[in-house]
């Protein structure tokens, strides 16, 4: 390794697969930090990811190390270890557990802070600055607008929340202790890429598109409505996966270890209204509609309670969404790097990727369909089913 080497973790995830190109774009020597049981199941993972920027041709560029970010040193030998001290010029901290399964608690907790405790034990002590990965979902249940300078203490909607929120406490008191150096960032919900729809897995928002796709193959009876529960005026803060690499990678050349967190956000975020009109549209052709609601009046139909069924892990996202201030992220990218519009060409071009891939994902893992689908058995899906399949299919670890 030399100064030109920088250490990635969770580089095969949604977003650290991203910034991973974007590091090799900028002439580092990318070292990622993967836990798989072989060199070649390693290398098979990455190529896969790769794939999506364009950058499979360059895995030989790539140094694999094989370890975990939840393991004492990271699972390497004191030589490697050693090494990571001695030569790297910064780190890329990306990986998480991303699961809203509450029978994930543990490993939420050793992934998402005995991580980062492990990430900063290896920098502690060198120059080497430490850039962490958090969400834009530390706010919790705050409502209003939250500073990229606070770290609110409302309630948490989910484990999830609450371990990366607890990662950041740590990581700014290490900073503000002059332990390490480096910097926070919050992106919000991330989507397909903005010219594309690329995009390594198919989760949480995609769970709403699939549905689009679902009853636009006859899974409703012709006519029928399909009423989501969720706050029409509330938004879903969407980020393309490309552009939040492209943000973050700007403010590291820009701003180095500032000390700052910065929201890597929409700022001008979805309204629910909006995917409201867009699924209209791409619906109106097979006579349906589907919707979001504040309240379900009425009889609420059998597709309507699973459908809703599929979205619990996601309903108090749906309700209400805090605005994320960008003072930060302004300064730092200037009118340069503006997020790019989301609009109804652009939700066609996500659902339209996603078809294009079955709803399979770079590992194989495919998104189920989410309404009136049959299992294997030939039965149909229950609900009680579908809450405890989904919590296992719409929430994964990216690592």
């Not at 650290?16 to 798989?36: C, H, N, T």
Request: aromatic share 6%; glycine share 8%.
């Amino acid at each position: 390794m030399d100064k030109r080497s920088i250490l990635i973790t969770g580089g095969t995830g949604i977003l650290g697969s991203w910034v991973l190109a974007k590091a090799l774009e900028r002439g580092f020597a990318p070292v990622v930090l993967m836990r798989d049981a072989t060199m070649d199941h390693a290398r098979e993972r990455l190529r896969a990811v790769l794939a999506l920027p364009g950058c499979e041709d360059r895995l030989d560029e790539i140094e694999i190390v094989l370890g975990d970010t939840c393991q004492h040193d990271l699972g390497v030998d004191a030589e490697k270890h050693q090494s990571f001290r001695d030569n790297l010029a910064l780190v890329i901290h990306c990986a998480a557990s991303i699961s809203f399964n509450p029978k994930k608690d543990f490993e939420l907790q050793s992934a998402n802070v005995d991580g980062l405790r492990h990430m900063m034990a290896l920098l502690e002590g060198t120059d080497i600055p430490l850039y962490h990965v958090s969400t834009a979902y530390v706010a919790g249940s705050h409502s209003g607008r939250v500073m990229e300078s606070e770290l609110l203490d409302t309630t948490c909607k989910n484990t999830y929340e609450r371990t990366k929120r607890e990662a950041e406490h740590i990581f700014r008191d290490a900073i503000a202790a002059g332990q390490i150096k480096g910097a926070v960032f919050r992106p919000s919900i991330i989507v397909g890429a903005s010219k594309d729809g690329l995009i390594s897995q198919f989760h949480n928002f995609y769970s709403i598109l699939r549905m689009v796709d679902v009853i636009e193959r006859g899974q409703l009876p012709a006519g029928e409505s399909l009423r989501l529960q969720g706050n029409p005026e509330s938004s879903l803060n969407l980020a393309p996966v490309d552009w939040v690499a492209e943000a973050l990678w700007t403010i590291v050349d820009r701003e180095g270890a500032s000390g700052k967190t910065y929201h890597l956000t929409n700022p001008e975020p979805c309204k629910q209204g909006e995917l409201n009109a867009w699924a209209t549209r791409a619906l109106k052709k097979v006579g349906s509609q589907m919707g979001f609601q504040s309240r379900l009046d009425g009889e609420v139909t059998r597709a309507e309670e699973v459908a809703n069924a599929s979205l619990s892990l996601y309903r108090s996202y749906l309700q209400d969404e805090p605005v994320f201030d960008r003072s930060n992220t302004d300064s730092a990218l200037g009118q340069d790097l503006p997020c790019p519009k989301l609009d109804a060409d652009f939700f066609d071009m996500l659902l339209a990727y996603a078809r294009e891939k079955e709803w399979v994902g770079a590992f194989g893992c495919k998104l189920r369909g989410l309404l009136l689908d049959e299992d294997p058995r030939g039965s149909q899906i229950t609900v009680d089913r579908l809450r405890r399949d989904l919590a296992e299919d719409l929430a994964t670890t990216a690592s």
